[in-house]
């Protein structure tokens, strides 16, 4: 018996830069492993900010000012991640989806059961 080939999943609702968000879609944030390594790192960087400043008694204005200066400071550098590419007019990578970095998802196979057309937007506005 031959291989089966399936047809490319361009036009698949699911479909983004070659990888299935199916998984995501279903059960949104679900995965951690799919969240963007860099979000994440910066999350933990705020909340460790959070905690100096309810020990050092900050008033928000304070905090909020030196979280500024340091997304400044680190956005001169980019975004330290080797699969970085701002979009167009933005500082946002292409590959951010919500939260989630779209090449850390599965890989799509091609046109599968899951194929839905993207014309008709259901699940993801």
Known sequence: MGKLYFFPGQGCLYYKHG????????????????QCKVLLKWE??????????????LNPSQVEGIWEKRMARRMNFGWECKHYVPREGEEKCIYLYGNICILALPRCRGRCHLYQY????THIG
């Not at 705020?46 to 309810?54: G, K, S």
């Not at 993207?118 to 937007?121: A, H, L, Q, T």
Request: hydrophobic share 25%; aromatic share 20%; net charge negative.
């Open 44 to 57: 933990e960087e705020y909340d460790t900010l959070i905690n100096q400043a309810e020990y050092f008694q």
């Open 118 to 121: 993207e014309g008709f937007k």
């Open 19 to 34: 990888h299935c968000l199916y998984e995501e879609v279903l059960n949104p944030g679900y995965n951690r492993h799919w």
